[in-house]
């Protein structure tokens, strides 16, 4: 056991400093509670987060920022860390293409249900007035609930508050995203073959299987994309300082191996040394986190949702640079592959991300792909082999679909989850969050409140996926905490 490192006594130890745990400490701080959040990592941000280059930092895996509208999440975090930073509404949320059909998500409803109409010859104002209402409740929802999934006298109180007006819809909680779709949607299977790719990238599943009140918050999810200056590396960076301005402390390269309760402190023992702490926020995959418990009650919890978590998609991504000789008119595109493509590469769509146009840097882009995780095991030949082959479909892709010149484009590397795994302790390099197939599998994530002092945020826990999920984990771990 190493040096016992200060005397100081923490309120909070937040262990993981991705999403979950960068925002858990900077809320935490600014409830003047006293924070250390350690990473082991020597950058922070998880999936979230950043490398650099002598062209920039690139994204390493989240590009899209959204949950500005009706003061949800990231708009509430914002203004509540008083974090003075640039974010640009993307007019086009993602501009996806399948063969020569192309489908822009535009963030103007008009203008989406005039796509709409245009590519698939259906009048969907209806259906897009109706769920981006539902969306707005269930937000509201989301927001007062912050004890799941026991639910207290307050939660109650506030289902009842918007249960007339979501009951009226009732059939979102038991029906899938497809089935509450408009018959003639549901028949165009050129609509499905976009719409299931969009889904797969916001909730991580398909629309047949993908719970609708899911479902709604992931399809209108382009609609309320934001990119931010100097990507990831520019919002994290932003966070980071307000943090250390508000007092905090931060510890890369920190990694903690185990959290003892010793009478009411916990002592947390790290590669560097053992801190004291009241309180302990976990933003650690479950399999992590129970094996740094020693707790068997606590430990006990995490390890039965660990056994019980379900499918959880590998990604892969690519990195390059370019010198881009025209502008473009969105940030974010999205290739569905078409049968040639899959003979080079096993998958069904890339996610390409472009830098902000404004920055001094050449533009750094990350392609991102869901990938089942077993096909990587090890660092073998075939192992190699595949990482060449998705390289060679990406450079294919910025040809065929983004009609760039690839002679213009700097390779830069490609990831795997063994890299994932490597850089964020995933196990087996599991990314996303969990693949909910009903209402019931919200069961299956974390509750924010482990235990009298033991929390947990991060998108293995409610209310689960993306960054803005995340964030609002946070703050249901701030108000109960
Ligand atoms: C390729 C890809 C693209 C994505 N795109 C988007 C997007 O565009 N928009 C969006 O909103 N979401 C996106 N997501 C999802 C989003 O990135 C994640 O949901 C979110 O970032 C998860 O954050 P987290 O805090 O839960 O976990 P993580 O990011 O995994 O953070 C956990 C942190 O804990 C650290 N850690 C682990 N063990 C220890 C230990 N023992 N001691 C100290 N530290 C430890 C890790 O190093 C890591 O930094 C994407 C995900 C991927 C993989």
């Given at each position: 056991?190493?040096?016992?490192?200060?005397?100081?006594?923490?309120?909070?130890?937040?262990?993981?400093?991705?999403?979950?745990?960068?925002s858990a400490a900077g809320l935490l701080q600014k409830k003047q509670l006293k924070t250390i959040?350690?990473?082991?990592?020597?950058?922070?941000?998880?999936?979230?987060?950043?490398?650099?280059?002598?062209?920039?930092?690139?994204?390493?895996?989240?590009?899209?920022?959204?949950?500005?509208?009706?003061?949800?999440?990231?708009?509430?975090?914002?203004?509540?860390?008083?974090?003075?930073?640039?974010?640009?509404?993307?007019?086009?949320?993602?501009?996806?293409?399948?063969?020569?059909?192309?489908?822009?998500?535009?963030?103007?409803?008009?203008?989406?249900?005039?796509?709409?109409?245009?590519?698939?010859?259906?009048?969907?104002?209806?259906?897009?007035?109706?769920?981006?209402?539902?969306?707005?409740?269930?937000?509201?929802?989301?927001?007062?609930?912050?004890?799941?999934?026991?639910?207290?006298?307050?939660?109650?109180?506030?289902?009842?508050?918007?249960?007339?007006?979501?009951?009226?819809?009732?059939?979102?909680?038991?029906?899938?995203?497809?089935?509450?779709?408009?018959?003639?949607?549901?028949?165009?299977?050129?609509?499905?073959?976009?719409?299931?790719?969009?889904?797969?990238?916001?909730?991580?599943?398909?629309?047949?299987?993908?719970?609708?009140?899911?479902?709604?918050?992931?399809?209108?999810?382009?609609?309320?994309?934001?990119?931010?200056?100097?990507?990831?590396?520019?919002?994290?960076?932003?966070?980071?300082?307000?943090?250390?301005?508000?007092?905090?402390?931060?510890?890369?390269?920190?990694?903690?191996?185990?959290?003892?309760?010793?009478?009411?402190?916990?002592?947390?023992?790290?590669?560097?040394?053992?801190?004291?702490?009241?309180?302990?926020?976990?933003?650690?995959?479950?399999?992590?986190?129970?094996?740094?418990?020693?707790?068997?009650?606590?430990?006990?919890?995490?390890?039965?949702?660990?056994?019980?978590?379900?499918?959880?998609?590998?990604?892969?991504?690519?990195?390059?640079?370019?010198?881009?000789?025209?502008?473009?008119?969105?940030?974010?595109?999205?290739?569905?592959?078409?049968?040639?493509?899959?003979?080079?590469?096993?998958?069904?769509?890339?996610?390409?991300?472009?830098?902000?146009?404004?920055?001094?840097?050449?533009?750094?882009?990350?392609?991102?792909?869901?990938?089942?995780?077993?096909?990587?095991?090890?660092?073998?030949?075939?192992?190699?082999?595949?990482?060449?082959?998705?390289?060679?479909?990406?450079?294919?892709?910025?040809?065929?679909?983004?009609?760039?010149?690839?002679?213009?484009?700097?390779?830069?590397?490609?990831?795997?989850?063994?890299?994932?795994?490597?850089?964020?302790?995933?196990?087996?390099?599991?990314?996303?969050?969990?693949?909910?197939?009903?209402?019931?599998?919200?069961?299956?994530?974390?509750?924010?409140?482990?235990?009298?002092?033991?929390?947990?945020?991060?998108?293995?826990?409610?209310?689960?996926?993306?960054?803005?999920?995340?964030?609002?984990?946070?703050?249901?771990?701030?108000?109960?905490?």
């Amino acid at each position: 056991m190493k040096e016992n490192k200060n005397d100081i006594v923490y309120d909070v130890s937040i262990i993981g400093a991705g999403m979950g745990g960068l925002s858990a400490a900077g809320l935490l701080q600014k409830k003047q509670l006293k924070t250390i959040l350690f990473e082991s990592h020597y950058y922070v941000g998880g999936c979230a987060g950043y490398f650099k280059r002598r062209e920039g930092f690139f994204d390493v895996g989240a590009t899209t920022l959204s949950g500005f509208c009706d003061n949800r999440p990231l708009s509430k975090f914002i203004n509540d860390m008083e974090i003075n930073y640039q974010i640009y509404k993307e007019e086009i949320g993602i501009h996806a293409y399948h063969g020569d059909t192309e489908l822009r998500y535009f963030s103007d409803k008009r203008e989406l249900i005039e796509e709409v109409r245009l590519k698939f010859n259906y009048d969907s104002r209806e259906f897009i007035e109706k769920i981006t209402k539902i969306e707005k409740l269930l937000w509201n929802v989301l927001d007062e609930i912050q004890s799941f999934p026991k639910i207290t006298l307050k939660d109650t109180l506030a289902v009842i508050k918007y249960a007339p007006q979501l009951l009226r819809h009732v059939s979102i909680f038991y029906k899938s995203f497809y089935d509450i779709l408009p018959k003639d949607l549901k028949e165009n299977e050129e609509f499905i073959v976009f719409l299931d790719q969009m889904l797969l990238i916001s909730t991580q599943q398909k629309s047949k299987k993908c719970p609708a009140f899911v479902g709604i918050i992931g399809f209108l999810y382009p609609l309320d994309t934001y990119s931010s200056r100097g990507g990831m590396h520019g919002f994290c960076k932003a966070i980071t300082d307000k943090i250390k301005e508000d007092g905090g402390n931060i510890h890369l390269k920190e990694q903690v191996q185990s959290v003892k309760k010793v009478n009411s402190l916990y002592h947390i023992q790290t590669n560097k040394g053992l801190y004291q702490s009241k309180k302990i926020v976990f933003n650690t995959p479950p399999s992590v986190s129970s094996k740094i418990l020693n707790q068997d009650h606590e430990k006990n919890i995490i390890k039965k949702k660990e056994l019980n978590k379900g499918h959880v998609w590998g990604a892969m991504t690519a990195y390059f640079s370019i010198k881009l000789s025209k502008n473009l008119r969105s940030r974010y595109h999205q290739v569905i592959l078409d049968q040639e493509d899959k003979k080079i590469f096993e998958t069904s769509s890339l996610f390409f991300s472009f830098s902000h146009p404004n920055e001094k840097d050449l533009i750094r882009v990350t392609v991102s792909t869901h990938i089942e995780k077993k096909l990587f095991h090890s660092k073998d030949d075939e192992y190699i082999y595949l990482k060449s082959r998705f390289k060679a479909l990406v450079i294919i892709c910025f040809d065929k679909y983004l009609k760039l010149e690839t002679k213009q484009l700097k390779f830069d590397s490609v990831s795997t989850p063994l890299t994932w795994n490597h850089y964020t302790q995933r196990p087996r390099g599991e990314v996303g969050g969990l693949r909910h197939t009903s209402p019931l599998s919200l069961l299956r994530l974390l509750p924010n409140k482990v235990s009298k002092d033991v929390y947990y945020v991060g998108d293995y826990s409610f209310p689960g996926q993306g960054i803005v999920s995340v964030i609002q984990g946070s703050y249901n771990v701030k108000t109960i905490l």
